[in-house]
DNA sequence: GATACTATTTAGTTTGGCTAACTAGTCAGG
DNA sequence: CCTGACTAGTTAGCCAAACTAAATAGTATC
């Protein structure tokens, strides 16, 4: 599904709140994210992301070495972050609540046909 | 509220179902959402995309003359319109979805806390 | 004739997810 | 040993869609 638009915004939301749950090293979160049905999302995608809620101070960081391959580095939420997340449901709660009114005034309109 | 981000792409759906409660020219368009919460939204944002969906054929339009300012514009959907709202509904409905599972799971983590 | 509200249009900016390419480590098969 | 596959991260540049700001123009009011 090309869900590109409607990403926008939620896919900050959703790293967030993976996250959340405990400290997770990229391409770990990237397969979290496939396994919602976020299935698009590459790393060109996901990392600068990463990167950039880092720099904002909403993730630390701290490296490891894998068994299996390259260095891996974790990224736990920082308070900055879980407000971030906070803000987001409550925002997005809301948004889906505007939302959900619009469809529903049409659906009205159907149903009266 | 900053909703800039989530509104991506679901402004166009709910431009198509307000449209199909009925014929609507544009300011008066624009003045239903920001009934709706949607307060942000200018005729420098909703005019560009209503042509846009006129151009792709989901919406039709005739010209009337109002009896208090300039000639009005109003939107009726086409066949096409329907099918974009309802395929973007269905849309919608799923990626709701989606977002609740990862925000449910930290929920989870968190009442376990 | 100045302000205010109605109604639409356009130009140019910003944001953030996308593709594509690259680097680099480990491991299995031939 | 070399190739391919999987793991792990980074970067540059693209593109869609909403945003700001400004302009045009009609009507009404003061």
Known sequence: ????????GV?????LAIIAKGPIYG???MQALHGYGFTS???????P????????????SRSVASPEGPTR???SLTTQGFENLTAFQTQWAA???QV?????????EKSRR
Chains 1, 2 share one sequence.
């Open 41 to 47: 999302i590459a790393g060109g995608t996901l990392y």
């Open 11 to 15: 896919l900050e939301g959703c790293v």
């Open 1 to 8: 599904m090309k869900q590109t638009q409607l990403l926008r």
């Open 100 to 108: 959900a009114a619009v469809m529903e005034a049409i659906d009205d």
């Open 49 to 60: 992301l990463l990167a950039k809620l880092e720099h904002q101070g909403a993730l630390s």
């Open 95 to 97: 948004f889906g609540a």
């Open 27 to 29: 391409y770990e979160l």
């Open 73 to 75: 580095k974790y990224f």
